[in-house]
């Protein structure tokens, strides 16, 4: 099973583009199939670098009038100011912070694998790990490759000459795991959850999202990527000349498929991920593109049929097949031959991508160290296998005990909340406890015998290209195996390493690695009121995750299926829409007071905010009154309601580079960090009780204002 579309607290990814660059786009909240587990964020092995280590310190906190005013300046406007983002971040903060130290912790364990990979275990992850990591550092032979590693591809692409040509090549490339144009997969079926289906997805694209072809503000950005495409073209050896013609013909070749392409917003809707056909009527969507003959390439059965998920955006495919100049394939697909492979190649190339992907579209001024970089990489080719190290190494059983232990309490609080809902019906009430009993919790990794086998692969000791070739193809086989068979409740589509969380509807399950599970979210000996109000939020976020905008449309076995009373779900919508507005509202980046919020393409993240943290203070307040003198006790001035606040604000402490924050306003279905910081504590009564704020204080929303969903 490939991550479907998981609901992660944070996108990591996100942080991972702005650093390294991104390749074709995968739109927000899509079904599109992961080539690997998603890297964790890159990090600095700076002394700031280092998670913080001090419960709270109350020394950090603003004037206390701020409280009630600005929430998240009170809590962390002081560190912001005295932690500048790093030159090679595009954002700095609590989360990065847990990156950081999670890959501080992984560079050690790459490290000492290197060292040891010679005399390890033939065959074995640790060896595995070692030589691969070795050979990503092995900057000589890199060097000496240039672009070597991708000239068989390129001269194959130079050798089409018709439609027929254009297929086989698209058909083969695919199956090496590469792919243009658009990206495939195994997913369940949103009719039967127990099985996986091939799905199909819309991609193809090098600039973020459609709007960023067409909308005249992105003119200058178009203007640079243009001029990128060239250049990436001249350093595999194309003449300066052709080179600007051919990126002329590979943006015009994209505007094509972007103006086919659905936006983020439209991507959230759940009719737009899944559409089954049967193969012979998936060819008559495409009939210069044989399904029949693209699934033999790809070595997979298609029984029943599969998921072609955006049929316009393949009609548009099909049409390019006939209607585009076979130069101007060409063009398309040499350019994101060496754009895909530009991060294993020599430095020149490396370096381009970055000045483009990182400078100039997210503003990061400095790319990252080399073992950073490599790094990211094993954990796209060997994540999983990398994982296995680090639980042995850094996870304790005690932690899981703990973090099982405050899952099971927050759910109870969860299951209580539905059950009291006074804009519920019974009927309707009964069906979402059902599938509150069907939730399955996974805590730190998998199972024993659950972890993946890594028998397959091949890893040389001295070819980092070959390597991540390898791995990219036998990730996507891994994949494409899933296809046909049963859906396992219990396989990860986070690695243990990564510094998140995630719901996925498809299997009804809430996800936590290891990596999450450490200060500031949790404290294995911290009080109650800090970890509801970190980790406990988080577990919070991800159940409620099962009932937001999206979730709340597949039952408990996982099946996209109406389970609401009309009455009930109109009550939802009026309820939701609200959010929408609220987070419409805010307008997070201080320079260009016109940029909102997307209220619609952030809302499901929206909603899990607001339940998590309402579910979680329910949670503590049942955990306190097993110990009343508990309750009342202030720590460092503080009381317990206001503790469990302070944290809350405290994980999504930082500051982001305003090139990245406009980024992720377009294409991010999660809120700016600031944002939700304040968002969901304003629409509870509980923190202005506990904080004393008044009717009419900007942190206190009440009445009709006032957003209640969970």
């Not at 890893?459 to 980092?464: C, E, G, L």
């Not at 009121?529 to 991800?542: D, F, K, P, R, S």
């Amino acid at each position: 099973m490939t991550q479907q579309f998981l609901k992660p607290l944070a996108l990591a990814a996100a942080v991972a583009l702005a650093l390294t660059g991104c390749g074709k786009s995968e739109q927000a909240a899509a079904p599109a199939p992961a080539k690997a587990a998603t890297a964790p964020a890159p990090a600095a092995t700076t002394a700031a670098a280092a998670a913080p280590t001090s419960v709270f310190d109350v020394s950090e906190l603003g004037a206390s009038t701020e409280a009630c005013t600005d929430f998240n300046s009170f809590v962390n406007a002081k560190w912001v100011a005295a932690n500048p983002i790093p030159s090679d971040y595009p954002m700095w903060g609590s989360f990065v912070q847990l990156y950081a130290k999670s890959l501080d912790d992984q560079h050690q364990l790459v490290e000492d694998a290197a060292k040891g990979a010679d005399s390890a275990k033939a065959g074995s992850v640790e060896q595995k790990i070692g030589w691969l990591y070795k050979s990503g550092m092995d900057d000589a032979a890199i060097e000496k490759a240039g672009f070597d590693p991708v000239k068989p591809k390129l001269a194959a692409i130079d050798g089409l000459k018709n439609t027929a040509d254009i297929v086989n090549f698209l058909n083969q490339d695919a199956a090496d795991g590469d792919g243009q144009v658009f990206s495939f997969g195994s997913g369940a079926d949103f009719k039967d959850a127990t099985q996986q289906i091939g799905f199909a997805n819309q991609g193809g694209l090098g600039l973020p999202t459609k709007d960023y072809y067409f909308k005249p503000e992105y003119k200058d950005l178009r203007t640079a990527y243009v001029a990128y495409i060239a250049k990436t073209l001249e350093l595999a050896g194309v003449a300066e000349a052709d080179a600007k013609q051919q990126a002329d013909a590979v943006m015009k070749f994209e505007t094509a498929l972007a103006g086919a392409s659905l936006a983020p917003t439209e991507m959230r809707d759940l009719d737009n991920q899944y559409h089954f056909v049967s193969v012979k009527d998936a060819d008559k969507v495409t009939p210069h593109f044989s399904w029949e003959q693209f699934f033999k390439a790809q070595g997979v059965t298609i029984d029943n049929g599969f998921s072609l998920s955006q049929p316009k955006f393949f009609a548009e495919f099909d049409k390019l097949l006939t209607g585009a100049p076979v130069s101007e394939w060409q063009a398309y697909l040499r350019f994101h031959t060496i754009d895909d492979a530009s991060n294993a190649l020599s430095k020149t190339f490396r370096d381009n991508k970055f000045d483009f992907y990182g400078k100039t579209l997210s503003g990061t001024p400095e790319q990252k160290a080399r073992w950073k970089q490599v790094l990211g990489d094993v954990n796209g080719a060997m994540g999983m296998g990398l994982g296995e190290l680090y639980v042995a190494k850094y996870f304790t059983p005690e932690a899981k005990q703990r973090a099982e232990e405050l899952v099971t309490n927050v759910r109870d609080a969860l299951k209580n909340r539905i059950e009291h809902l006074d804009w519920m019906s019974d009927t309707t009430k009964a069906k979402a406890v059902d599938k509150w009993n069907k939730f399955l919790p996974k805590i730190g990794y998998p199972d024993q015998g659950e972890w993946r086998d890594w028998s397959g692969l091949t890893i040389s000791q001295d070819n980092w290209y070959a390597n991540l070739q390898a791995a990219q193809k036998y990730n996507y086989q891994y994949d494409l195996s899933h296809i046909g068979k049963k859906t396992d409740r219990k396989e990860w589509g986070m690695t243990p390493q990564t510094v998140n969380a995630y719901y996925d509807p498809s299997t009804n399950t809430i996800n936590f690695p290891a990596a999450i599970l450490q200060a500031p979210f949790f404290y294995a000996k911290g009080d109650d009121a800090i970890n509801y109000g970190g980790i406990g939020a988080v577990i919070g976020h991800e159940s409620s995750h099962g009932f937001d905008d999206q979730g709340s449309q597949f039952d408990g076995d996982g099946n996209k299926k109406d389970w609401w009373t009309p009455q009930d779900k109109k009550q939802f919508d009026e309820r939701t829409k609200a959010l929408v507005d609220q987070y419409d509202g805010y307008a997070p980046i201080k320079d260009k007071p016109d940029l909102h919020v997307n209220g619609k393409l952030t809302l499901g993240e929206n909603i899990a905010d607001l339940g998590g943290l309402n579910i979680a203070y329910e949670a503590l307040q049942t955990a306190l009154k097993k110990d009343p003198s508990e309750a009342d006790q202030k720590i460092d001035g503080y009381t317990q309601d206001q503790r469990f606040f302070l944290n809350w604000a405290r994980v999504w402490r930082g500051s982001m580079r305003e090139k990245a924050a406009e980024l992720r306003l377009n294409t991010d279905p999660h809120s700016p960090i600031a944002i939700r910081a304040i968002a969901s504590p304003s629409d509870m009564t509980a923190f202005a009780t506990a904080f004393q704020c008044k009717p009419g204080d900007a942190m206190v929303r009440s009445g009709d204002k006032q957003v209640k969903i969970w």
